[in-house]
C-alpha cells in the first residue's frame, strides 16, 4: 500500500462514526460543555455518540465535597452566548444578578454601571455551597451543566479515573477496580489541580500542563439582608497598594460573601492585610470581623497554556489546556469545548485535526493573555501611583455622573473587571488618542500641587 | 425581582421596543410571555404570543431595517438583551453560535407559510 493511501486510510479512521465512544475525564464547566456540544452538533447532523464523563464528585454537595474552588462569576459575554445557545440560567442556580461594579482605593469610590441597567452577570457556586451552609437555596452551577448534558444523553459515572493508556492508538481508561475500557477519542477537561493530570506527564504524548499560581477564596456568611444593605448587587473590587496584591473583589452571593484574592505567594498575612482595610471594613457590615473558621481555600488557578494539548485521540480542554488570564475561566471552558466538539464532529479526530481547527482558539487564547500581562502591569503601575489613582478616580466619576458622556475609562474598567471583553480590546480602546488625551489631562491634574493640597 | 434573575424585568403591559424603532439589539425571554404586536393602518393586531426561551428581535442582528413589530410584556416578563454589535463579533467568531438563531427564523418562516396557505385557502373559499 502507498504511503498516501496508507495515510488516507488512517485519517478516515480518526473520525467519529455512529456509535463511536468518547470517555471525558472531569465533569465540570468544561467536561459538561464539551459533552454537550459533541451530543448537538452530531445530532444536527445525525451521528449518535456514546459520551460518557467520569467525575468523582457529586456536585450537589457542599464544600469540600462538591466545591470546585473558582469566584464563580459568569461574565455578562458567557451569559449571553449561553442564551443564544439555548442555555438559560435560572435564578435557582444564579444565587445574585451583578448589576453593577465599584471599585474602591485609598483616596475614593466609584460605582460603574452597565450602560443598560440590566443584570447580565452571574454569581454562583460551583458546589451546593461553603462547608457551614446551613440550608441550600440555590442550586450548584456545575450540577446545573452536568444535569443539562446528562439530559442531552451523555452518562455521568462517579468513578475517579486512575490509569490510562493507549493500545494501538486508542486511548483506554481504567477505574479504581474496573477492567479498562476502549473509547474512540479522548477528552481531558480537569482543573489544574487536579491529580489526574499526573495520568498524562511523560507518557510519550508530549503534554505539559500550564504554569499555575495560588489564590486565595473566603465564603463569610452574612445573611441575605445583610448582603443586599452592604454589599447590594454589586461586585467590589479593589486596587489597593498592598505589595503582592495583585487583585482583589468581593462577590455578593445568596447568604455569603466571597471575597477573592490574586497574587503572588499569598499568605496568611497578606489576606490579614486587605480585610483589616479602611476600604474592605467600609463596604462589609459595620460589626464585622473575618471568622477564621469560614470556608476558605487556596487552589492553583492556570496563568498559562500547555504544552501540546492534544494527540491522535486525545484532546484536553478548560483550565488544564488553555483558560484565561485571572478572569473568565468559565467563559475560555466554553470556547475551547465548543472548538474542541466542532473540530471532534465536522473534522476528526487526529492530532492534525485539532491542530488546524483547535488550536487556533486556543493560542487566540493564550495570545490574548499577554496583552493581559501587559494590562495588569500598568494596573500595578496604578496601585502604586496616588496621582494616577486620582486621575483614574477622576475620570471614571466624571464619566458616571455625566449621561450621554463617551464613557472610555469605566469601559475599559468594566471589561477588565468583569473580563467581559479580550484583553486585546481593552488596550484597544485604551490607546485610542481621546482617551489618552483624557487620561494624560487628568494625570495632569492630579500631579498639580492644587490637586494634592486638596486630597 | 429576584436577586438571582439575570435580564431585566417588565411589567404587565410594558413595551420591550417599538415598531418602527431602530433595533441594536435582541431579546431572550427568561421568565413569563410576551406580545407581538403589529400595527397597520391605525389597527393593531397581536401577531402571537412568545414564550420562555424564545428569541425576539432577531431580525436586527441582520438587517438594518426598522423594528417589524411592538414587544409588550402580558403579565411580568423578564428578558435578557444580547448586544447586536458584540453578538455579530462573537458570531464572526464562531458561526455555530447562530444556528438557534436560524432555526428559529426557519420555523417562523415555515409558520408563515403555513399562515399564507390558510389565509388563500379562506380567499379561495370566499
Not at chain 1, 465535597?65 to 451569559?79: A, D, P
Not at chain 1, 464613557?407 to 481593552?426: E, H, N
Not at chain 2, 424603532?21 to 431572550?28: A, K, L, N, S
Amino acid at each position: 500500500m502507498s504511503r498516501s493511501a496508507h495515510s488516507k486510510e488512517k485519517r478516515e479512521d480518526l473520525q467519529l462514526v455512529d456509535g463511536s465512544k468518547v470517555a471525558v475525564i472531569g465533569g465540570g464547566p468544561a467536561g459538561s460543555f464539551v459533552s454537550f456540544f459533541l451530543l448537538e452538533m452530531a445530532e444536527r447532523c445525525g451521528l449518535e455518540l456514546d459520551v460518557e464523563i467520569f467525575e468523582p464528585r457529586d456536585f450537589s454537595g457542599v464544600a469540600p465535597k462538591g466545591c470546585n474552588m473558582c469566584g464563580g462569576i459568569i461574565s455578562e459575554t458567557l451569559v449571553q452566548n449561553l442564551a443564544a445557545e439555548g442555555i438559560n440560567l435560572p435564578s435557582t442556580v444564579v444565587q445574585r444578578g451583578i448589576e453593577s461594579y465599584k471599585l474602591h482605593m485609598d483616596i475614593g469610590s466609584v460605582r460603574i454601571e452597565t450602560p443598560l441597567q440590566e443584570k447580565r452577570i452571574g454569581a454562583v457556586y460551583r458546589g451546593a455551597g461553603p462547608r457551614d451552609l446551613t440550608s441550600s437555596k440555590w442550586g450548584s452551577f456545575d450540577h446545573h451543566l452536568e444535569k443539562l448534558t446528562a439530559a442531552k444523553g451523555a452518562h455521568v459515572t462517579r468513578e475517579r479515573v486512575v490509569d490510562v493508556s493507549f493500545d494501538d492508538g486508542r486511548p483506554k481508561i481504567a477505574v479504581k477496580g474496573g477492567q479498562p475500557q476502549s473509547y474512540d477519542l479522548l477528552v481531558v477537561a480537569v482543573g489544574v489541580n487536579s491529580a489526574a493530570l499526573r495520568l498524562f506527564t511523560g507518557n510519550g504524548q508530549g503534554y505539559q500542563p500550564p504554569e499555575s499560581t495560588k489564590t486565595f477564596i473566603t465564603e463569610y456568611y452574612l445573611g441575605e439582608e445583610t448582603i443586599e444593605k452592604t454589599l447590594g448587587d454589586s461586585m467590589h473590587v479593589f486596587l489597593l497598594n498592598i505589595p503582592r496584591l495583585e487583585f482583589a473583589a468581593i462577590i455578593p452571593k445568596g447568604d455569603y460573601a466571597s471575597v477573592c484574592l490574586l497574587g503572588e505567594s499569598i499568605d496568611k498575612e497578606l489576606v490579614q492585610s486587605f480585610l483589616d482595610s479602611p476600604q474592605v471594613k467600609a463596604c462589609m457590615p459595620g460589626n464585622w470581623s473575618s471568622d477564621p473558621r469560614s470556608c476558605q481555600c487556596s487552589p492553583k488557578i492556570s496563568i498559562g497554556a500547555a504544552n501540546k494539548p492534544f494527540a491522535d485521540r486525545l484532546v484536553f480542554v478548560g483550565d488544564c489546556g488553555v483558560t484565561r488570564l485571572y478572569k473568565d475561566g468559565i467563559g475560555a471552558a466554553y470556547r475551547t469545548a465548543k472548538a474542541c466538539a466542532t473540530t471532534a464532529v465536522f473534522e476528526g479526530i487526529s492530532e492534525r485535526d485539532f491542530k488546524r481547527h483547535y488550536w487556533p482558539v486556543c493560542r487566540s487564547i493564550r495570545t490574548d493573555n499577554s496583552i493581559g500581562k501587559l494590562s495588569f502591569a500598568v494596573t500595578r503601575q496604578i496601585q502604586k501611583w496616588r496621582f494616577a489613582r486620582r486621575a483614574l478616580l477622576r475620570m471614571t466619576e466624571k464619566e458616571q455622573k455625566m449621561a450621554g458622556r463617551r464613557r472610555d475609562m469605566s469601559q475599559v474598567l468594566w471589561d477588565m473587571f468583569t473580563g467581559s471583553a479580550p484583553y486585546r480590546d481593552i488596550v484597544t480602546v485604551s490607546l485610542h488618542p481621546r482617551f489618552l488625551a483624557r487620561l494624560a489631562w487628568e494625570l495632569v491634574v492630579a500631579a498639580s500641587p492644587i490637586a494634592r493640597a486638596e486630597n | 425581582m429576584g436577586k438571582g434573575e439575570l435580564g431585566k424585568t417588565y411589567s404587565d403591559g410594558e413595551v420591550i421596543t417599538r415598531q418602527g424603532d431602530i433595533g441594536d439589539c435582541m431579546y431572550v425571554i427568561q421568565k413569563g410571555e410576551v406580545q407581538v404586536l403589529m400595527e397597520k393602518d391605525g389597527v393593531e393586531t397581536q401577531l402571537r404570543v412568545a414564550n420562555e426561551g424564545e428569541f425576539l428581535g432577531e431580525m436586527a442582528i441582520f438587517d438594518h431595517e426598522k423594528r417589524s413589530a411592538t414587544l409588550c410584556a402580558l403579565g411580568e416578563a423578564r428578558l435578557l438583551t444580547i448586544d447586536k454589535k458584540n453578538f455579530l463579533k462573537r458570531i464572526h467568531k464562531d458561526p455555530s453560535l447562530a444556528f438557534r438563531l436560524v432555526q428559529t427564523m426557519s420555523k417562523r418562516v415555515r409558520d408563515l407559510s403555513d399562515e399564507v396557505t390558510r389565509l388563500k385557502a379562506d380567499v379561495h373559499r370566499e
